[in-house]
């Protein structure tokens, strides 16, 4: 049963009411498979109403995408409970949960070469990397990353965008085993970084960053530039 909209609205409230739209249309379709027509009807309005909020389709799709990734920084800065791991899995987890509920628009804002790849999506796609690496690194209590420490988590960062892309186009891998997966990863990626690492005994102070985290297949430790490495 729908739900009857109030023909006057704010100017905020009617163009998020467009928004809401258009990522409903996103779910189920590839953005370039959706028109203004689609938008409109969707949401109860006409087309010159649609062009007093955008000035066209591309517009609307940043505007959507936009929406898309703050919620996904919105839950990535909610610290879930529990363990230093745990806490990594609950933000994979909403990252997993986010692309799922936005499946189209989330494919279409990181494959290349799509139809809304622009300089301001690109910026917005850059924004979650460099959040997700912040995440990590506020987890492991990190404040003055190595250059080799950075590279490793940005490198993790594009695991699991490749994996979650995976994961939505082609279906073959369990959703309930994602999170568990990628920080298993990333411990280990840590683990590789901190012997490598040659900034770690040139710094002073405690070393923090160092948690051992214990999975289901094996311990590991998740070492800062600043710490010992494992043993």
Not at 124 to 131: G, H, L, T
Not at 149 to 157: D, V, Y
Request: net charge neutral; proline share 5%.
């Amino acid at each position: 049963m729908s739900v009857a909209k109030p023909r006057r609205m704010s100017r905020q409230a009617r163009r998020d009411d467009l928004i809401a739209a258009a990522l409903e249309l996103f779910s189920t379709r590839a953005p370039e498979d959706v028109g203004i027509d689609d938008v409109t009807g969707r949401a109860g309005v006409s087309r010159p109403l649609f062009y007093r909020y955008f000035s066209g389709l591309g517009e609307l799709r940043v505007a959507a995408l936009r929406t898309v990734v703050d919620d996904l920084l919105d839950r990535l800065r909610r610290r879930a409970s529990g363990t230093r791991e745990q806490r990594l899995r609950a933000a994979v987890r909403a990252l997993v949960d986010v692309a799922a509920e936005h499946r189209c628009g989330y494919l279409a804002l990181l494959r290349s070469g799509s139809v809304v790849e622009t300089s301001e999506t690109n910026a917005i796609v850059d924004e979650v990397r460099a959040r997700a690496v912040e995440v990590v690194l506020a987890e492991c209590e990190i404040a003055e990353p190595s250059p080799i420490l950075l590279a490793t988590l940005r490198c993790w960062t594009a695991v699991v965008e490749g994996t979650v892309l995976t994961w939505l186009q082609e279906g073959d891998l369990r959703r309930e085993q994602l999170d568990g997966w990628l920080v298993d990863q990333l411990m280990a990626m840590l683990e590789v970084t901190a012997r490598h690492d040659d900034d770690r005994g040139r710094r002073g102070g405690p070393s923090a960053g160092q948690e051992t985290f214990t999975t289901p297949s094996q311990p590991s430790t998740c070492s800062g530039p600043r710490g010992p490495g494992p043993t």
